[in-house]
């Protein structure tokens, strides 16, 4: 689950991770009051998506228009507020399609004497929270991974410990450091690593972080996402999510127990098992498809799921057939027929459906799917379905 920039920070203040002072708007009118409010000549405007790259990012109707402005008056925040909300912003991690502007955060100014990079994510490969730390502040990460990777230095962490001095000691070394900065730096990179274990992250981005004329240590951005897994334990988390800022159809999908990622192809999936679905996905494109989505029905799937799952498949006007595939264990094919069937008298298909069934009452499932009126194509195997659907859908 991801959240706003403003939502975040206000996490970060109560962890003792320091930020500067800032109010959320929805309204021009709202972003005026708050920058009167904060009381300094100096302000920024910052558009609230969950994406990275705003501060690059523009306003696909105005190319002038950053996703992220300073200001120095109250008629220039009406006029980045009014030219944001309500608008389009595309950055380098929304793509083309880019998100819609429903908030606006206006933050106090502040004296930047440098600015740096701070990311913290699970390294899977050691099974440690790796906490790494760049001199390319407030730039876009992804290029200086890609073109000079030995800029971004790394310190992964015992998540029962924390960050230990030494490793804060490493890190300001490599990054130039010293004096007092190096003292805020001793009190805040400990700070951020526990709040990333104890929110139970995935994913906690500061770009910039930065270093104030008087050596103080700032989170300038705060890009959060937690492990959905595990919220709950963090019940005061949902309240922070924006349903707004996440596709429908997944939402959608969520509420009725359903695993559901919308892509960009034309075939729609719906299997039951997370690695049998993304087998599905890959061996889809390995003979010429595109996946619409990836959809596990989970193994104790019924006939109000499945029909459901067909009614979000359908949905998507790019879905020119659907490949149902599916390994009887926990869920007897017997069950996912008889699902299918209703399936059909409910929502109607209408497009290409291949089905694949294996496992437990495997032969009685297709009797059933045989006697029925469903007009399907029947597949042996998985590679037979995926070669059926890819030729049905052109």
């Known amino acids: 689950m991801k959240i706003h920039e403003y939502q975040g920070k206000e996490l970060f203040r109560q962890a003792g991770v320091p930020v500067l002072e800032g109010i959320v708007a929805t309204t021009p009118e709202e972003a005026v009051a708050a920058y009167e409010k904060l009381g300094g000549a100096i302000?920024?405007?910052?558009?609230?998506?969950?994406a990275g790259g705003r501060g690059k990012g523009t306003v696909r109707d105005n190319p002038d228009q950053k996703g992220v402005v300073v200001c120095k008056s109250s008629d220039e925040v009406k006029a980045?507020?009014?030219g944001l909300l309500g608008k389009t912003?595309?950055?380098?991690?929304?793509?083309?399609?880019?998100?819609?502007?429903?908030?606006v955060f206006v933050e106090a100014g502040c004296d930047i004497a440098r600015e740096l990079y701070l990311g913290i994510v699970l390294d899977r490969a050691s099974s440690q929270p790796v906490l790494m730390a760049s001199t390319e502040g407030g730039v876009e990460i992804e290029k200086v991974a890609e073109e000079t990777p030995e800029l971004i230095f790394k310190e992964h962490f015992d998540p029962a410990i924390g960050l230990e001095g030494f490793q804060v000691r490493k890190l300001c070394k490599k990054l130039g450091i010293t004096g007092p900065a190096a003292k805020a730096a001793a009190r805040f990179m400990p700070?951020?690593?526990r709040f990333f274990v104890d929110y139970?992250?995935?994913?906690t981005e500061i770009n910039p972080l930065v270093i104030t004329g008087d050596d103080q240590m700032i989170a300038l951005d705060a890009k959060i996402t937690f492990d959905g897994n595990a919220l709950f334990r963090h019940k005061?988390?949902?309240e922070l999510r924006d349903l707004s800022e996440e596709e429908p159809s997944e939402v959608r999908a969520s509420e009725s127990g359903l695993s559901y990622v919308k892509l960009e192809g034309n075939i729609g999936c719906l299997v039951n098992g997370a690695g049998l679905a993304m087998s599905t996905m890959d061996i889809i494109k390995y003979h010429g498809g595109q996946p619409?989505?990836?959809?596990?029905?989970g193994g104790g799937a019924n006939a109000a799921q499945v029909t459901e799952a067909f009614r979000i498949l359908l949905s998507d006007p790019n879905c020119k057939g659907v490949l149902v595939n599916i390994f009887g264990g926990i869920?007897?094919?017997t069950t996912i027929a008889a699902a299918l069937i209703e399936a059909s008298q409910t929502v109607g298909f209408t497009v290409p459906l291949v089905v694949r069934l294996e496992g437990t009452e495997v032969e009685e499932g297709r009797k059933m799917l045989a006697d029925s009126d469903v007009d399907i194509i029947s597949a042996t195997d998985i590679t037979d379905a995926a070669k059926k659907i890819v030729a049905a859908v052109g």
């Open 43 to 50: 302000a920024v405007v910052k558009s609230q998506i969950h």
């Open 80 to 82: 980045v507020a009014a």
């Open 89 to 103: 912003l595309v950055t380098i991690q929304t793509g083309p399609e880019g998100k819609t502007v429903n908030k």
């Open 191 to 193: 700070a951020i690593c």
């Open 200 to 203: 139970d992250c995935s994913l």
């Open 236 to 238: 005061n988390l949902l």
């Open 292 to 297: 619409a989505n990836f959809l596990d029905v």
């Open 331 to 333: 869920a007897r094919c």
